[in-house]
């Protein structure tokens, strides 16, 4: 039963599968979107929020090319903040609070809106092949959709199954179906599976906590937007709360460790170094007496509260005298418990950088089954796979971003160069580059590319190259003012500054870290009115001037290695002096520039001479 003919199949309807499906809606492609459940379209299974360190970075980003989680983020967030406001820039990341059945709403309506794309609800079990391209996908009932291309974003619902002390089942999140007969299909098509896992934490009634043992969290006065689009921010809705775990809940956890899915050698798959669950919290960290848990709403209409940091395999009755063992949460109820859920995923090594696969035309990996963890790096993951999807059926050259684009580059070469053996977390400290990459300047670095693309409209790149005009013109301005004493030491006297005897440069004042862009006003009578994120990029560019300079030095060289393209056809066999270790691995990657080469684990910068002088002896 042949019920339709479309160019892009995109399997998934969550982070990675939305931002997949609309980028090639919107360049063009005669898009379907598949998904076991409508009713899981943008869902939220684990934490109910967006941003946080290195993933704000991400949305930022995702929004520059022309995704769309920024702005479902901005239209859905109860709560913002700017996190590590108290560090330099590069580490500055937005987190909202989201309400996860408006995020829900917003991004089912913005698929089921989108031209060229419609929107299914089924399970897809087999993708078809011929001569080593794709041709189609096939439902569990049997029907078959022809295509041309298809995006996996099946997140955790390969082969999904749930684990709570000695039970489980086959299950994807939150009750859904899991997907069980799709990794069958890959298998067959040579597509290498690996068991990764991941476990969320209870959801607890708003109404059985007591508050007044808990430390509030509030939202920041000034909010922030994810989308460089959002005019208005809306308004801070709720509070969340800071509890602690104590010794009681430590000896409950170690007192039942056995029983644990983890512990108890039931779980299969590898879980996230980065996000443990409170049992390898509390086995890693034996020495720390209690563990900080945040308790968050998950929304406005309703009184599940999300026990952030509290995510475990113990079966419910330790749950719940876990629980209960908080202060503040002596008397709470679970609605929903906590559970660990192991699933299937790709070798993302067998991956380009467009996120196709090496060995079959046509198919492509995102998100969580490309091996990583968190919404954030799904949406990024998928955005890319969708515009390169769209941008090979329409035969024009693909977006390959690099580590030096921004943290979407960075993961992308991550991990189809190294690879994971655990879900990959995003994190500041994975690039090189970070006072480049800040989440501030998403926009200069990566809103042209989408423009070049087709994501971005003239209209908005033209809003950039004003902003990016403004912010050089605000430079030049203050590196031309020299401020009398008799203007600057009152303000820096205010501000525990050194005093001038002699005219200042208002530049250089910038660059003293007790000052800033704000407090420097009553210096700088002619300042001209300028939009927040203008201001914020003028200081930050003459703040940090010396360190941009130096990043930039660095980024230079790297730009160097990673135009130096290595032939398609490259036969490491026959590149005298690579060792074996280093030739099983170029073999297997491929890698397309020198930059690549030197980075895939087991390739020694020896190996990478070798490479050199090979391409030179070639030249
Ligand atoms: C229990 C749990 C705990 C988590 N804990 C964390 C955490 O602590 N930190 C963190 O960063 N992230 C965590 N996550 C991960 C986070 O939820 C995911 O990273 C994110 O949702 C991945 O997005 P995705 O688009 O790749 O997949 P998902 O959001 O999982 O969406 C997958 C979509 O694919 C569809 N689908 C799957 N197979 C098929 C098929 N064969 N046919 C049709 N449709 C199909 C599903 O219906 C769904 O729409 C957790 C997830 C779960 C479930």
């Known amino acids: 039963m042949i019920l339709g003919n479309f160019d892009v199949a995109v399997i998934g309807g969550g982070h990675a599968g939305c931002e997949a499906a609309l980028a090639c809606a919107r360049l063009g492609m005669n898009t379907v979107m598949f998904s076991i459940s409508l009713d899981a379209i943008g869902n939220l299974p684990c934490n109910p929020s967006i941003g946080g ?72 079990v087999d993708i078809r092949v011929e001569d080593g391209c794709v041709r189609g996908v096939v439902t569990h009932t049997g029907v078959e959709y022809g295509c041309r291309a298809v995006i996996i974003a099946s997140g955790t619902y390969l082969k999904g199954k749930i684990l709570m002390g000695s039970y489980s089942r086959e299950s ?90 983890m512990y108890g050698g039931l779980v299969e798959g590898v879980g996230p170094r980065y996000c443990p669950s409170i049992e390898d919290k509390v086995v890693r960290f034996n020495t720390r007496p209690r563990h ?15 026990a952030q940091g509290f995510s475990t395999s113990l079966p419910e009755d330790v749950q719940l005298e876990m629980y209960r063992s908080v202060e ?24 380009y950088a467009t996120l196709e ?15 990583t963890s968190g919404y954030e790096e799904a949406a990024a993951q998928g955005l890319v796979a969708g515009i390169n999807a769209a941008l090979k059926l329409k035969g024009e050259e693909p977006m390959i971003l690099q580590r030096l684009d921004g943290y979407i580059g ?107 862009y704000a407090k420097l006003a009553d210096c700088d009578p002619d300042r001209p009115q300028l939009p927040r994120e203008v201001a914020e990029e003028a200081e930050i560019k003459l703040k940090y001037d010396g360190y941009i300079k130096r990043q930039l030095q660095q980024a230079e060289a790297a730009r160097k290695m990673e135009s130096r393209l290595m032939p398609e056809d490259t036969d490491y066999d026959e590149i005298y002096g690579l060792r074996l270790e280093a030739r099983q691995k170029l073999k297997k990657i491929r890698p397309k520039s020198l930059g690549q080469a030197s980075r895939i684990s087991g390739v020694s910068p020896a190996d990478v001479s070798v490479l050199i002088i090979w391409l030179e002896s070639r030249k």
Not at 61 to 69: F, T, W
Not at 340 to 351: F, H, K, M, Q
């Open 53 to 124: 360190t290195a993933k704000g970075h991400l949305v930022r980003e995702v929004d520059a090319l022309g995704g769309e989680m920024g702005k479902a983020a901005d239209a859905s967030f109860i709560q913002s903040k700017m996190l590590n406001r108290g560090k330099g820039p590069a580490v500055h990341s937005l987190r909202a609070q989201i309400d996860r059945k408006t995020y829900h709403r917003e991004m089912k309506r913005r698929v089921e809106e989108q031209e060229n794309l419609q929107i299914k609800q089924a399970e897809i």
């Open 172 to 261: 994807g999140p939150d009750g859904m179906f899991p997907a069980n007969e799709l990794s069958d299909n890959l298998r067959r098509l040579g597509i290498t599976l690996r068991r990764f896992k991941t476990g969320t934490p209870a959801r607890i009634h708003a109404d059985t906590l007591d508050y007044d043992k808990m430390l509030v969290e509030t939202g920041d006065d000034e909010i922030v937007p994810f989308s460089f689009e959002t005019g208005q921010p809306g308004e801070n809705r709720v509070n969340c709360w800071l509890v602690y775990t104590n010794e009681k809940t430590h000896n409950i956890i170690m007192d039942n460790l056995e029983r644990s899915a």
């Open 292 to 306: 900080q848990l945040f308790i968050e709403p998950m929304g406005l209409d309703t009184k599940e509260m999300y």
């Open 328 to 351: 503040g949460l002596e008397h709470c109820e679970i609605m929903r418990s906590a559970y660990a859920i192991e699933y299937d995923c790709c070798d993302p090594t067998e991956l």
């Open 357 to 371: 696969f090496k060995k079959i035309e046509g198919l492509y990996g995102a998100g969580q089954f490309n091996g």
């Open 410 to 516: 960075t993961l992308i070469d991550d991990l189809v160069t190294k690879g994971t053996n655990e879900p990959y977390r995003m994190m500041t400290s994975r690039s090189e580059y970070r006072l480049l990459l800040r989440q501030d300047n998403a926009d200069e670095r990566l809103t042209p590319i989408g423009h070049r693309v087709g994501l971005i409209s003239d209209e908005r790149y033209e809003r950039l190259l004003k902003k990016l005009e403004m912010t050089d013109n605000e430079i030049k301005r203050i590196n031309g003012i020299t401020v009398p004493p008799r203007l600057a030491n009152p303000v820096l006297e205010r501000y525990n500054s050194t005093p001038v005897k002699v005219g200042i440069r208002l530049s250089e004042l910038i660059r003293r870290p007790e000052l800033d």
